[in-house]
């Protein structure tokens, strides 16, 4: 039985298979509104979402299944004390498949070690990885780019806590002559483990934005993430290092694309929103058809 708990867990083979499955629902969504029939799917979010759990859930009723969970863990049983995984041993009982998002990292990776028919998909764990938004990157990306080889990817703002970063970085870096720029405050900086895979002639890092920019081929925006800091006062002095505006993008390509994960606060001006590059809403609805998808394919690999 296969999990989704970290980007590399599929291969780039299996990406492709996933990217195709995806052409075939936007072009034939009737074909597959049954596919999930008598199916439910577990939606455990342990920690504020919007996008991420309404897209699985819709997901999963545009297949014909059905879906059941919380999104607070405080109206769940672990405010009585209950662990984690005798959670996940209970929801087995009645779900065919589930997506969970946990504060702690590895919270994901524990649950799979103890389920013997449900597939597991990581919906977010802490700071640490984040693959169905990956997911959805990845399928923006090819979508407006047509590859994935020969791309430099700059990434901007919470480095250090972006768990969508950490996780895109390390999909990305598989294909062939892919360059990151990573743009960050000193202290939100890309951590040594997420750059250490990468051949030190791939990368570099800078403060700058603005001098950065012309060349990208994709601007990966991000939040600074208020709920990861312990000092409420070191959030207010980063939380607007960089906004991204009209004015800096006149020095962009034509064709870069703008990408972010969502929520956004301030670090992209909502003027943005109109420039053509900007293609982070569009984003959101890939991730639907990629979640759709996944669990076709995690559900057809655990029969």
Same mark, same amino acid.
């Given at each position: 039985?296969?999990?989704?708990?970290?980007?590399?867990d599929?291969?780039?083979?299996?990406?492709?298979e996933?990217?195709?499955?995806?052409?075939?629902?936007?072009?034939?969504p009737?074909? %597959?509104?049954?596919?999930?029939?008598?199916?439910?799917?577990a939606?455990?979010?342990?920690?504020?979402?919007?996008?991420?759990?309404?897209?699985?859930?819709?997901?999963?009723?545009?297949?014909?299944?059905?879906?059941?969970?919380?999104?607070?863990?405080?109206?769940?049983?672990?405010?009585?004390?209950?662990?984690l995984?005798? #959670?996940?041993?209970?929801?087995?009982?009645?779900?065919?498949?589930?997506?969970?998002r946990?504060?702690?990292?590895?919270?994901?990776?524990?649950?799979?070690?103890?389920? #013997?028919? *449900?597939?597991?998909?990581?919906?977010g764990?802490?700071?640490?990885?984040h693959? #169905?938004?990956?997911?959805?990157?990845?399928?923006?990306?090819?979508? %407006?780019?047509?590859?994935?080889?020969?791309?430099?990817?700059?990434?901007?703002?919470?480095?250090?806590?972006?768990? #969508?970063?950490?996780?895109?970085?390390?999909?990305?870096?598989?294909?062939?002559?892919?360059?990151?720029?990573?743009i960050?405050?000193?202290e939100?900086? *890309?951590?040594?483990?997420?750059?250490?895979?990468i051949?030190?002639?791939?990368?570099?890092?800078?403060?700058?934005?603005?001098?950065?920019?012309?060349?990208?081929?994709?601007? %990966?925006m991000?939040?600074?993430q208020?709920e990861?800091?312990?000092?409420?006062?070191?959030?207010?002095?980063?939380?607007d290092? %960089?906004?991204?505006?009209?004015?800096?993008?006149?020095?962009?390509k034509?064709? *870069?694309?703008?990408?972010?994960?969502?929520?956004?606060?301030?670090?992209?001006?909502?003027?943005?929103?109109?420039?053509p590059?900007a293609?982070?809403?569009?984003?959101?609805?890939?991730?639907?058809?990629?979640?759709?998808?996944?669990i076709?394919?995690?559900?057809?690999?655990?029969?």
């Open positions: 039985m296969k999990h989704l708990i970290e980007p590399l599929f291969t780039t083979e299996e990406y492709e996933i990217f195709s499955l995806v052409d075939d629902i936007i072009a034939n009737i074909h %597959y509104s049954h596919f999930c029939e008598n199916k439910l799917l939606s455990l979010f342990f920690e504020p979402s919007t996008r991420t759990r309404l897209s699985f859930e819709t997901a999963m009723l545009r297949l014909g299944g059905g879906v059941i969970g919380f999104s607070d863990a405080g109206v769940s049983s672990s405010t009585k004390g209950e662990t995984l005798d #959670t996940i041993r209970v929801i087995e009982n009645y779900a065919d498949i589930c997506a969970m946990h504060p702690k990292e590895g919270a994901s990776l524990l649950a799979s070690k103890v389920v #013997t028919k *449900m597939p597991i998909i990581n919906a764990d802490g700071g640490h990885f693959p #169905t938004q990956t997911l959805a990157d990845l399928i923006t990306i090819r979508h %407006y780019k047509k590859t994935f080889d020969n791309l430099t990817v700059g990434l901007c703002g919470d480095l250090k806590f972006g768990r #969508t970063i950490h996780s895109l970085v390390r999909a990305l870096n598989r294909y062939e002559n892919v360059k990151f720029v990573f960050s405050p000193e939100l900086k *890309m951590p040594e483990p997420f750059k250490n895979f051949e030190k002639e791939n990368y570099y890092e800078t403060r700058e934005l603005t001098s950065a920019i012309s060349n990208l081929d994709i601007l %990966y991000s939040r600074v208020k990861r800091f312990v000092s409420s006062d070191e959030y207010e002095r980063l939380k290092y %960089y906004v991204l505006t009209e004015e800096k993008l006149k020095s962009a034509d064709d *870069m694309i703008i990408l972010h994960p969502l929520p956004r606060v301030n670090e992209i001006a909502p003027e943005v929103d109109k420039d590059r293609v982070y809403f569009e984003q959101t609805k890939f991730g639907m058809y990629g979640r759709m998808a996944l076709i394919k995690l559900l057809e690999d655990a029969k």
